[in-house]
């Protein structure tokens, strides 16, 4: 079965320093990757999205990058956090066939201070 | 217009109760509908499918009309365990995936 790895759980970052999460993914190969964010008490914000190794499609502008440097492996990035980064970031993984449903890690609740 | 769009609620129910969230969504050309349930500080986690032709699993019965791009998903029997955020999500196929901002149900004893 296909499972997911987020980590770390939980982060508290200063503004303007730099930020990494990592997302990695088993039991499948090629998958189609998502990271959102979802504030505190918002919907989930579709934020990136990945069909293969170095292949990124951005949803909304902002100060975060992602890139996809292995096949299963998918990482968040921003060089300068702001104040309005602080969220619950979530990365998904498609099932099979582009009209599967997602599933989601455990996320990374990440707090700017 | 919200791509997808529901009602925040909360919705406050007495344990066996019945209770029914609906959502709307904007994309016509939308392939896929799912619901999901989010337990607070948790992932949302799949819950069911949704199709026109309707489906059931256990007490939650979920429905699908294309032609005024409705969803809806009914719980009978409410349990205490019920309580979450429940989120409408549409697939536009593409690989582009849209959430809901979720309906709140809170079930008492």
């Known amino acids: 079965s296909q499972t997911i790895h987020q980590w770390p759980a939980t982060l508290v970052q200063p503004v303007g320093s730099p930020l990494s999460l990592e997302c990695t993914v088993e039991g499948t190969s090629n998958p189609n990757l998502y990271w959102y964010r979802q504030a505190a008490g918002r919907g989930l914000q579709l934020l990136f999205y990945s069909v293969g190794i170095g292949q990124i499609s951005s949803e909304v502008p902002q100060n975060l990058s992602a890139s996809r440097p292995q096949d299963r492996q998918f990482i968040l990035s921003s060089k300068k956090l702001l104040l309005s980064d602080s969220g619950f970031y979530l990365c998904?993984?498609?099932?099979?066939?582009?009209?599967?449903?997602?599933?989601f890690g455990n996320g990374t609740r990440l707090t700017v201070t | 217009r919200k791509e997808v769009e529901q009602d925040p609620g909360p919705f406050n129910v007495p344990e066996g109760a019945t209770v029914a969230f609906n959502c709307t969504y904007s994309?016509?050309?939308?392939?896929?509908f799912f619901w999901y349930r989010q337990d607070c500080r948790k992932e949302p986690k799949l819950l069911m499918s949704v199709y026109s032709s309707g489906n059931e699993d256990g007490r939650f019965t979920a429905q699908l009309n294309r032609a005024s791009q409705y969803i809806s998903l009914l719980i009978r029997d409410s349990k205490l365990s019920d309580s979450a955020t429940y989120l409408c999500v549409v697939n536009w196929g593409g690989f582009k995936t849209i959430f809901g901002a979720g309906t709140r149900l809170f079930v008492k004893a």
């Open positions: 998904a993984h498609r099932g099979a066939g582009e009209n599967s449903p997602l599933h």
């Open positions: 994309n016509s050309a939308s392939q896929s």
